[in-house]
Structure formats: C-alpha cells, structure tokens
C-alpha cells in the first residue's frame, strides 16, 4: 500500500506540499494518481502521473492550482498545491494503476494499492 503524508491544517491561499510513497513492486509502466474525498463526497481525481516517463495529467478538481512530480530513486510522488481553498478540505491519498486507464481518467475505480490518505483542513 501506499503512504501519504503532508496534510494539515492550512488557511485559505496558502500551499501544502503532499507526498506518496509507492512499493517498488507497483511500478515499472505504472501510473500513480491523487486523489481526494470531503465527507458526504465521492472520491474525485486531482492529478496522475506516469512513473517510467514523467507524463504529467491533470483533472479539472485542482487544475491550475497544483502540480504532480515523482522521485523515481525515492520511490515517491508529490503532489504541490497552492491557493487552497476552503472547499479543498478533504482526505488525500494516492494509488497505482498498472495500465493507466482510470489515473488518465480520473476514475478512483480501478486504482490499487490505495493508502489511508492523509487529511487536509482548509480554514481561517
């Protein structure tokens, strides 16, 4: 599974900086994406990123406000956010898509290796 960590307690326009820590075994052509869920929500995709060569996708949810890298040495994919809003407040968490079909997409279904996310609060 993955590990996500950065979340916190952040006012609005400010930035916070996520990251996810994946297994060797889940990567090789993998895709890893983002994702979010505020309560009472369905899960939504952010931001997916292709592990072997960097391509970089991005939903509609955070487009613009945030941007996905990866470590490939450290195993890990960092999600930058900026200009948080109050409606950004939500869990967190990242997860593997070995074909890339549902991390292109945005689709929650069908991602592996989910983590327990981690929060983040949006408030004055």
């Known amino acids: 599974a993955a590990l996500e960590s950065g979340g916190g307690l952040v006012e609005p326009g400010g930035s916070l900086r996520l990251s996810c820590v994946v297994s060797k075994s889940t990567l090789d052509d993998a895709y890893i994406g983002w994702f979010r869920q505020a309560p009472g929500q369905e899960r939504e995709g952010i931001a997916c990123?292709?592990?072997?060569?960097?391509?970089?996708y991005y939903q509609d949810s955070m487009k613009g406000r945030v941007d996905i890298s990866r470590d490939k040495e450290a195993m890990t994919i960092s999600l930058s956010m900026n200009n948080l809003k109050k409606e950004d407040t939500a869990v967190y968490y990242c997860a593997t898509d070995p074909l890339g079909i549902s991390c292109l997409r945005g689709n929650w279904i069908g991602m592996n290796d989910w983590g327990k996310g981690t929060p983040v609060t949006v408030s004055s």
């Open positions: 990123i292709g592990f072997r060569d960097g391509s970089k």
